[in-house]
């Protein structure tokens, strides 16, 4: 498979399907375990910093391998669906660098029954290994046959592989050749949700990554990427929200209109489509502006229209979900919808924030189209 030669992330538009992952197994976690390979921050350099093992290195590294085979590991996705492309960094790993990698995938539906200590310094017991070997992980899809990998000095340690296959995956094997490190692994692709155990009044949050939302379009993403918005987890910290730069269009000096709202010319939004096909029915919406507490927005705004199988939203009828509302400082904020409107289908949301500022996560909270069931 050819490498894609790019000095920019050819894949940053499509969703990190392993961020929030699992590390099920490793066979050795002795300079540093598996489970900083997927790490959500970048990986970092620190000149002094050593542990009893060896020097701290920011990702999976193996001991020197000293007895038959190689080094391996099953990761469990934070997020199931196809994988369009692979982003794999050896940042740092400039002498023990893993010097060859492949990455086998499969999909299943059940959870392995596998036991993770993930000790520095340690390596996969006998019984440990036992376990992992007998659910044939080496028989799974190969969707990055063994390639070479570079040192990780400035401007040789990015690697982006494109990946052919539409398959579903869930789980992936990461297979060392024989040893080494690595810093950072990234799967990009489309979440591919299982609604088979949706009920017709289960109440989803329709535009969470998880459940196949993404982002269309936005304004400003100054500081920070919309996925952060609609990612499953709380919020870590200001980083990981959508912050949008000071908007250039604000007054000079604001003024408060009759509503009691600030007057404001202009405002940033983002706006989302609904993770299925066929759209859903929104009940309640949450905002939250954790960790936004001197840049968070005066006001938000948070309408839905629909729109199925239309890549352009231009002429678009929108209809507000909640209307422009004050909000408060490092809070979450909960609305419902009104009755009249929990009644009409939508698939796309779009979050409006005056002037500007940040958001930690947004959440839209309603029940499926039961054809977009019947045709999953």
Known sequence: MAEITTDTNPFAQLVDLTANGNVL???????????????????????????????WMDGWETRRKRTEGHDWSIIKLGLSGTISGLHIDTAFF???????????????????????????????????????????????????????????YPGERHHYFGVTSAKRWTHLRINYFPDGGVARLRA???VVKDWSSTGKTDLVDLIALENGGTPVSSSNS?????????????????????????????PPVFQKGKDGLLIIPG????????????????????????FFRGNYPESILVEACQNPGKANLEGAVWTPLVPRT?????????????????????????LTVFPD????????????VASSLSNL
Not at 226 to 231: D, G, K, V
Not at 282 to 290: G, N, P, R, W
Request: with cysteine.
């Open 267 to 290: 405002a940033e939004w983002v706006i989302f489509r609904v993770g299925v096909p066929d759209g859903g029915f929104a009940k309640s919406v949450m905002v939250d502006t954790a």
């Open 94 to 152: 400039t002498g023990n660098q893993t010097p060859r990698i492949s990455i086998q995938a499969a999909c299943l539906e059940k959870d392995l029954a596998l036991c993770r200590r993930s000790e520095m310094g340690s390596c996969a017991t006998n019984e440990e290994t036992k376990a992992a070997d007998s659910i044939q992980t080496h028989l799974w899809e190969e969707i990055l046959p063994m390639v070479a990998l570079r040192p990780g």
């Open 222 to 250: 100054h500081y920070g990427t919309p996925f952060n918005l609609i990612s499953k987890p709380e919020s870590e910290g200001m980083y990981d929200g959508w912050e949008t730069a000071r908007n250039p269009k604000r």
């Open 188 to 190: 990009y692709g489309t």
């Open 25 to 55: 197994f490793a066979t050795d976690d002795f300079f540093q375990v598996a489970e900083t390979l997927i790490l959500k921050q970048d990986p970092v350099w620190d000149e002094k910093k050593f542990t009893p093992f060896g020097k």
């Open 357 to 368: 500022g940040g958001v930690a996560r947004l959440r839209v909270y309603g029940t499926v």
């Open 326 to 350: 004050r909000v408060k400082a490092d809070s979450k904020h909960e609305f419902a919808v009104h009755p009249s409107i929990q009644q009409r289908c939508i698939t796309h949301v779009r």
